[in-house]
């Protein structure tokens, strides 16, 4: 349970008492606002405010394109002819500021999108909880044997009750250590900021994270992908429903050009071609890689 | 005037339907939003939306810092504290989204601050309006003489019309050949791409604008001080206003770390010291060329 | 001829003086080394600096994935596999800096990509050159009647003359203008960052511009396609035909997965599954807009 | 010892064949390439690659100012007018690539500089080294009582002792626990992704940083800063020797500006110019508050 009563008595407070605005406002997002969504142990993410709606899309767009946009009849179908083209800048007019908990090792993944706000909780100047990310038995996984970077099986029997056993009590005796080196009770204490170099990379750290809605596209279609590490993934689904709820037309052409999207290549093409007037084309005859062949196949099969 | 009527009765309905949000609102914020601020003889600036406000920087760098700024009493002088140590982060998380319009070349000095959101109005999609900056009689200042970027006394008298006639006369005539080029009456009409490229630098644009907080603040810093140009600082003045509205202990503590501020170099700061002891330094003992010891005493005179 | 005997002087001088460095070099590039690639009436594009090559950028990826690359066995086979799966990275880890001489309206497109390095001639501190770009013949075409950012046929007689008259005829008076406001003969003299604003969109400006392989690749797919504006496509042409010397593995990639390549929605790549296994799918039965499908048919077919 | 016999074997070769360029060469940058200047106790940073030098700042500059800049004489004072007067982008036309290696907690504050490209070694790949930044005794410090993220003490006698044997003991220990983990000996072995989350923020890891001028100078002047933590400042300082011998003119006038330089708030101003003119200043009289007036103090004094 990774809210504090403390913390449910603040979101609840700060909830109950709606102010008014004359700004956008997207209905969807209210009812998130301040709601802690929980991801894995101990985590959670949040949203702490948002700027604009589907509408501010299509208000930006209609500024840049002007007369432009006028044959496209609908909201919907601008917002999806902006996907599709690659036409970013009104995706940006939208901005979304997060409270996330998180492991270290996935707040490192995060922090490479580097076009964003960020304050995170600063061990130099407080002392971290005790709070270690332990993964569920079902997300307790085998290294993958055909990917350097993936997941196998997941571990079963003895292995995995080893595997949990080291995380636990390492976690635990770091901690205990961490506390130890910090204390002032009879000795004068090590700095926060070298204490911490103790701890590893389980245990949960917290920021506020801004970001606008384009790169947030971004950062959700490469860590909301099947292929991102699982313990960012989650986030990045439970941020996903968030946004659902925000700007439904901008998710939706989200979902259908780049989440469900495929890029082909040239190469890709030509044989596409090719097939489709009934060509039997293989790996051989394609000009492609093995690796490539493989991944078209997987793609269009 | 800058604004039609369809605009001004557009920017009415904006403000007659305030809607309840949970988010954090500034009320000083609220009472700008959507009205036009009238800068130059037809551009303007005027608030779209906004996400923060002075507790919101508070609440971020409580997040980072902790209980390290328990012992700092007030938000005021936390704000304070973090803008004098050059804390930038918490500033980021509050942005704004402005609705501008401004002659091109003042656009295009503008568009050099790379750190924000941008939705130009496209002259590829869209017919430019007949709008062009004829600076007042006051602002036509003739070239310095002691500075290569700046201005010197206004003009007057038969140069100054010769000026102005030349300004107003060229606007009009370069307008006419735009229509005459674009227009489809017994001819095809020049691509609207190409003939844009006839216009002067003094028509209007205009385009969204978002940005955090803490870049708003070195756009400001930049285009509000005394040595841009006046062109862009009215609009940057017209900013500041907001801005002291949006978000007052912020733009206080700017104000006097930032916009008074000044940046001594550790020769000036030796300097400095040998007088505050009584010694008589002139530029020949101070180690700084003739132009760093007459921007010294500028700054301490 | 965009290039003053002087100009091709000092070019000439920077080519003949090889130095001894230990960095990476890439031949192909020394080839273009400060030579002017001419571009429209009076620009040029030309390579000022560089860093790194085809190398450079396996060399980091191979920090970043370890053994992990190991199995992909050559140079190009990496360059590839990192473009097909949008490691972005590696490529950042190239770096090029141009001077470029380009009309005022192409500038203003291209500083749209903000991730870059620009120093711009300022028309603040010095007077501009008496240069404009006037369309050749082929290049002066219609507004494009299906397509409102586009351009249709060539314009021809009357019509084309009276265009190109328009366009000399301005551009000459407006500069006769900019000096005779400019002029202290006789007179102050109007500042410069005043006269300025009466110049058209056509004249030159020139700047150094830097910016780093991905985000150049990322200009150069949108900026060096079929869409683009003519008059930039023609930069993006010539700085193509550079990094293709440059990093021919990278080039050849970029070619083939961007420039050449086709995003599909998913909801096209449920089609093309429906075709290839011989359903004869129409825009009725496809679930796609009338506009998504035409573009569908046109990558496929 | 930070460098093995083969990486050092490796940088020989390197160093061993210099070739011609056309490019700007920096001599005394040409001196550090590729060798390792070693950084606390398994750490490092050397210079893979670099773009520009003192005269590139030069020539950017007069490209943006024209005839404006013939007035300032010479280069190094031209590079002291624009470091003075904060225009930034001359410099931000010189590029540094570093190799740097470096325990996970500073990695984690460096990476907060976004302004950067990185290629970080994935521990999702491949298997991090068994190595761990234990402090020197004389960089054991204890909890500032005086500043909440700041040092105080060295630690000494059996609580040192005791605190360098918890950071060996538990670093070793993960470490065994690691590789325990991953082991594939009569077990699938834990997924690479996973296992990393148990080691301490003490591993060494490794990236190349590539940075431009102005970004790295904003970095050394926070990083290479007194209130800077000890374990990245050394990093910081290896790197200022490198920039002192590539671009001098720019190094020095950034440890007059910037380094050594003093920013004083517009009320600070107002008391040095009554300090100036004769009048006991105190606190009370100073409109500051404590906390302002012991720097402004610390500043002047």
Redesign the interface.
Known sequence: MPLTPEQQAEIDA??A?????????SEGM?AH??KASEVLDHGFVRV?????DDN?IV???R???????K?VSNDE?LI??LM?H?HS??F??C?I?L?VKL???VA?QW??H??A??????A????LDREF?I?QPD??????TVN??????V?TGA?AE??LE??KS??G??YD?YE???S?DG????????A???????IYT???W?V?LHNLFHFLR?RADAHA?YEIRVYADAICEMVKDWVPFAYAAF???R?????????A?DC??R??KGEDVTQETSGM?K??WR?FQA???
Chains 1, 2, 3, 4 share one sequence.
Not at 63 to 68: F, K, L, P, Q, T
Not at 117 to 122: A, F, K, P
Not at 259 to 267: N, R
């Open positions: 700060q909830r008492t709606p102010r008014p605005t004359l700004r956008a406002v209210e606002l301040y702490i405010d948002y700027m604009g501010a208000q930006a767009a500024v840049s394109y002007g007369a432009g946009t044959h179908g999806r002819y599709r690659w800048t009104p940006e007019m901005e500021k409270h492991p270290v090792f490192r922090i490479r580097r076009t706000n960020v304050n995170e909780y600063s130099r100047y407080s002392i990310y993964p997300a307790l996984a085998a290294q993958s350097n970077q993936g997941r196998g099986e571990l292995e080893r595997v080291i995380l390492d976690a005796r770091s250590h130890e080196m910090l002032q000795q004068q204490g090590l700095a926060r900021e070298l911490r170099m103790n701890l590893p990379a389980n917290q920021w506020y801004k606008d490469l590490q979902e259908d050009y989440m469900g999207g495929v890029t082909l290549s040239s190469k093409v596409l071609k097939m489709l890689s690796g490539e991944e793609a269009i099969a």
